[in-house]
């Protein structure tokens, strides 16, 4: 890599950790009843779903889903879901790229709230900010 694009990307993970601070002022909103895409040790819900258990095959109807998903390739897989899920309420934590088709095809359409996080967030795992901006993405549908 060069110079300019190794500071493109500042994580070899797609995996960024929720802050606390901002995942107890959700839980306070919404009260989760199961984090979606958690490891053991980072699982912010006594109920969660690792890679093993794979959040994406698990029913999230009827539910109070957190899920601040792997941001890789397979994102839009995790939106398509929580923009799926009935009689409860599904939020995300995910990077605002706006101009990728999943925003438009799933978030834009079906979201019932997009919040921005103004500036770039420090992950609970890096000691620099993101290299991207993020937003709180929220699901609402009651049949």
């Known amino acids: 890599m060069t110079a300019f694009t190794s500071g493109l990307r500042s994580s070899t993970s797609n995996e960024w950790t929720t802050p606390k601070y901002l995942f107890d002022e959700l839980n306070r909103e919404f009260k989760f009843t199961v984090d979606a895409a958690s490891t053991h040790e980072n699982a912010l ?46 939020v995300m934590l995910i990077p605002a790229r706006t101009d990728t088709a999943y925003w438009h095809d799933y978030i834009f359409s079906n979201a019932s709230d997009i919040r921005f996080i103004c500036g770039r967030l420090h992950f609970s795992n890096s000691k620099n900010a993101a290299p991207f901006p993020s937003a709180i993405v929220v699901f609402e549908r009651w049949q």
């Not at 029913?59 to 995790?78: F, L």
Request: aromatic residues 10%; contains cysteine.
């Open 45 to 90: 819900v006594d109920k969660h779903w690792t890679i093993e258990e794979d959040g994406l095959s698990q029913c999230w109807d009827n539910e109070r889903v957190w899920c601040n998903p792997p941001y890789g390739r397979q994102i839009a897989k995790w939106v398509k879901k929580a923009s799926e899920a009935v009689g409860g309420v599904v």
